[in-house]
């Protein structure tokens, strides 16, 4: 029983997590993400991904708060992309 609770508790937070990314890709075509945030193009996903990770990022997209979404994006922004180069 505790296996199937476990269970059901990650596809809760899987679904939650792709309704974010969905939202933002609601709220942001490829292009803005490249443009607007300095994100390669093949790295777009990714870096949705790398937003659903954030419980407070994810209210904010939960709340449809444009300007501070904006704002916290162009941070995580920043991080993603010294992620990349670290990576390289």
Do not use: C, H
């Not at 937070?13 to 309704?19: F, Y």
């Not at 933002?24 to 659903?52: A, C, H, K, R, T």
């Amino acid at each position: 029983m505790n296996g199937e609770i476990a269970k059901a508790k990650r596809a809760v937070r899987t679904e939650k997590k792709v309704m974010m990314i969905e939202s933002l890709q609601g709220m942001y075509n490829e292009d803005e993400i490249m443009q607007m945030f300095g994100i390669p193009q093949e790295n777009v996903s990714g870096f949705f991904y790398y937003l659903s990770e954030d419980k407070e990022f994810a209210l904010l997209v939960k709340q449809g708060r444009k300007p501070n979404i904006d704002f916290q994006m162009l941070n995580y922004a920043k991080e993603y992309i010294a992620l990349l180069k670290d990576a390289e």
